[in-house]
């Protein structure tokens, strides 16, 4: 077991973990920063992409930001490992970006809103309960190291959950739909644990019954 001072996980719930390992049991670090994900890369056209908030809003409507619009909302800076549910982790990256804080004060989810569907490019797609949306470390990220994201890491816009394994953050990320009832996404519905807690090992959805769901 390694240990690394100043680190931690953190529940949706924002309290830090006592643990100090570096890694989420059963994973080994990366070197290097891999490109892992489902499909091809989608190619980015400034005048066709928007990010949408749809669903239950607390006005009903949709909302929508183009690309020169994201650009322009508040920003912040997270560290965050990124451990993905096959093993492997890639750890310090500092993210750039656009809190959900933000989103959440700028498009309010309807009072009955337990879930959000993190929707991307060719319907790739991720369910998060409400709680761990409104972590405060849950980024929608523009920059990694100081740098824009590249093609195959997310640009323009992905989203960083933290304390969850990686596919419930996804890169080319188009869309947030506030639910009043929990859907699967794309890989919580082939198999894969509908939470995905890295530091409880939540990998496979026939773990599902074996802890409590929080
Ligand atoms: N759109 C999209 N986002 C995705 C995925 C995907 O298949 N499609 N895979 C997820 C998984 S399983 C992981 S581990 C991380 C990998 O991110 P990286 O390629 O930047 O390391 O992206 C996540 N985001
Ligand atoms: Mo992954």
Redesign the pocket.
């Known amino acids: 077991m390694r240990f690394r001072a100043g680190r931690g996980c953190h529940h949706a719930t924002g309290e830090v973990c006592v643990r100090g390992e570096a890694l989420p049991p059963g994973q080994r670090e990366a070197k290097g920063?891999?490109?892992?994900?489902?499909?091809p890369v989608p190619k980015f056209r400034a005048d066709r992409w928007n990010l949408q908030v749809f669903g239950a809003t607390a006005t009903g409507e949709k909302h929508s930001w183009t690309f020169e619009e994201v650009t322009a909302l508040p920003k912040a800076t997270i560290t965050a490992d990124?451990h993905?549910?096959s093993g492997t982790s890639?750890l310090g990256h500092e993210f750039f970006g656009v809190p959900a804080s933000v989103l959440l004060e700028l498009a309010p989810p309807a009072p009955g809103v337990t879930h959000v569907m993190a929707w991307?490019?060719y319907g790739?797609s991720a369910n998060l309960r409400l709680a761990d949306f409104t972590s405060e470390r849950t980024l929608m990220a523009t920059h990694r190291n100081g740098e824009s994201l590249t093609a195959?890491?997310?640009f323009p816009l992905r989203l960083v959950v933290p304390h969850l394994y990686?596919?419930k953050?996804?890169?080319?990320l188009r869309g947030i739909e506030y639910m009043t009832r929990d859907r699967r996404g794309f890989?919580e519905e082939r198999g894969y644990h509908n939470i995905a807690d890295p530091w409880t090992g939540q990998r496979h959805s026939y773990q599902e019954g074996e802890r409590p769901q929080g």
């Open positions: 920063w891999p490109v892992s994900h489902y499909g990124l993905c549910a890639t991307a490019e790739y195959e890491h997310g990686g596919y953050g996804p890169k080319w890989w």
